[in-house]
């Protein structure tokens, strides 16, 4: 089954908490690692925005999965399509809130892809959120190999 990658935003509800995070951050770590899911989730201002890499079957069914789960809403599919390779493949899945690592960094990394200063991935076409996602990410290894 070949490699592929796949993009999606969604709006947090209203109460979500850092338990809620954390909980969706082990079970992802858990689920993805048996299925060879690699990824990354970012949020922020309320929304969500995840990359998830793997074969297809596996995404098809981690994404449905997800599209149910009642901690967010309006899941929008941006982008599912064949990838050369991995490019996330440190992390089963990595959860990264924009407002407390490295705000100031990530607010510029945001900006070079965004038109709207508050982060609203619903915005961004596909090719800028997956640009935004490997900067973030690679922000992430370069201060983990320091
Ligand atoms: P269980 O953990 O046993 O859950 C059974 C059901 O209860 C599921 O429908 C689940 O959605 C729901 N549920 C569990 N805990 C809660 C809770 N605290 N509040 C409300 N409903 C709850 N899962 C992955 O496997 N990989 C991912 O990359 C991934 N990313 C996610 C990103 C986001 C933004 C969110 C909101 C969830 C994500 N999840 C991810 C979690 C996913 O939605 C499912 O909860 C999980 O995959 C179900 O795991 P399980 O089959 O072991 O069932």
Redesign the pocket.
Known sequence: MSLHRLLYC?R?IPNLSY??LK??LE??E???SLVG?T?M?C?GNSM?L?V?EGSRQNLTQ?YN????????MDAELIDFSEAESRQFQIW??KVVELGTYAPEKMQAIYLKYASEPTFSPQTMNPRQCLNFLLEVNALYNADLSA
């Open positions: 969604s947090a338990q809620d909980d969706i079970k992802s858990k689920n993805n899911i990824g989730l949020y969500f995840q998830l981690t999965r997800i599209a149910r789960d009642a901690r967010h089963s899945m």
